[in-house]
C-alpha cells in the first residue's frame, strides 16, 4: 500500500507548533509537514494571493499522497479554506479533505473566560477577515472579542529574532493595545499558529490572571474527534509513525535549526521550490 499521510501545512514555522500537538496526540500516523516560509508571512498579503498559494501547497501535498491536509494557519485559514472546500476540491479530488484551525478554536475558546471579554490576536489578514468575530459569536453569543493584528510578530519569528532584545518592544506594543480595548479581557488567544513560539514573552508581558490560550491541544483533539466521526477516513491514512518536513527555502540548515527547537527533536527537512509546487 502507498503512504497515504496526514499533510500539515503552513505558511512557515508556525504550523510546527500545531503539528506538535497532533503528533503527541496522533503518535502512529504518517505525516508530511510543507512549510511555505519562502513566501512568508502571508498576513499582510491579499486574499487572491493567499489563496493561490495555499491552494499550491495543498495540492503539492495531495501529490504526495495525502487524503487528508490541516491547514495549520489562521491567515490561511480566514481567507483561501472556504474556496479549497466549496469549489476547488470538487474540481480535484472529491474524496480529499482539507481543514482548517479557525473552526475547532472558536468552538471552544468561549469556555476559557470568565469575565467573557476575549482578545484575538492575529496576522492583519487573519483580523481583516473577521473570522472569529463571526464564528466565536456563532459558538459563544454573550462573549466580547477583541482583536488586534500584531503584523510584525511573523516577521520576527520567521527570521529568527524573536530572542532578541528589540523584539520586547513589539511583543509589549501589541499586547498594550488590545488590553486598552478592554479592562475586562480575562483571555488572550494566541489566532496565528506562529505566536506560541513567543508564549513565555506575551505571558510575561501580560496581567498574571490573563490566560494564554494557544491552538496546537485544541486543533489536535479536534482531528482525534474527525477521525472517529470518519473512518472512511481514517481507515485510509497510513500508520507506519514517519514524519517528513518540506520547505520552499533553500537554506534547509537554518530551518532545521529552527523546527528542530519549535518541534523539540532534530528535523531534517528537504527543500521543494515555490515554482515546483505549482502544477503538480
Ligand atoms: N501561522 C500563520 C497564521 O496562523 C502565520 C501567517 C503569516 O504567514 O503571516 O496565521
Keep these: 500500500m502507498s503512504n497515504q499521510p496526514i499533510g500539515i501545512f503552513d505558511s512557515g514555522f508556525g504550523g510546527l507548533t500545531v503539528f506538535k500537538s497532533i ?38 501535498l495531495f501529490a504526495q499522497g495525502c487524503p487528508l491536509v490541516i491547514v495549520a494557519c489562521n491567515t490561511a485559514s480566514a481567507k483561501a479554506l472556504r474556496t479549497i472546500q466549496q469549489q476547488d476540491l470538487k474540481n480535484a479530488d472529491p474524496t480529499k479533505r482539507v481543514l482548517g484551525v479557525i473552526r475547532p478554536t472558536a468552538e471552544i475558546v468561549g469556555n476559557y473566560t470568565n469575565t467573557k471579554h476575549i482578545g484575538v490576536l492575529g496576522t492583519k489578514g487573519t483580523v481583516q477577515s473577521g473570522s472569529y468575530l463571526l464564528e466565536i459569536k456563532n459558538f459563544f453569543p454573550d462573549v466580547q472579542v477583541y482583536q488586534q493584528a500584531c503584523p510584525l510578530w511573523v516577521p520576527l519569528i520567521e527570521n529568527g529574532e524573536y530572542d532578541q532584545p528589540g523584539a520586547e518592544y513589539f511583543v509589549k506594543l501589541y499586547l498594550d493595545q488590545v488590553m486598552a480595548q478592554s479592562p475586562d479581557i480575562d483571555t488572550i488567544l494566541l489566532a496565528c499558529t506562529h505566536y506560541p513560539i513567543i508564549k513565555g514573552k506575551i505571558e510575561a508581558n501580560l496581567p498574571a490572571h490573563v ?46 535549526h529552527h523546527a528542530s527547537l519549535f518541534f523539540s527533536e532534530p528535523v531534517k527537512s528537504t527543500y521543494v521550490a515555490a515554482n515546483d509546487l505549482v502544477g503538480c
Design 211 to 256: 490566560k494564554v490560550v494557544s491552538q496546537g491541544d485544541i486543533v489536535a483533539k479536534s482531528l482525534v474527534d474527525y477521525l472517529h466521526r470518519h473512518p472512511e477516513m481514517e481507515t485510509r491514512l497510513t500508520k507506519a509513525g514517519s514524519h517528513q518536513f518540506f520547505t520552499t527555502t533553500d537554506d534547509t540548515a537554518d530551518f532545521d
Design 23 to 60: 503528533y503527541e496526540q496522533l503518535p502512529g500516523y504518517d505525516y508530511i509537514y510543507l512549510g511555505d516560509n519562502a513566501r512568508a508571512p502571508y498576513g499582510n498579503r491579499s486574499f487572491k494571493t493567499i489563496h493561490e498559494y495555499t491552494w499550491e501547497c495543498v495540492q503539492w
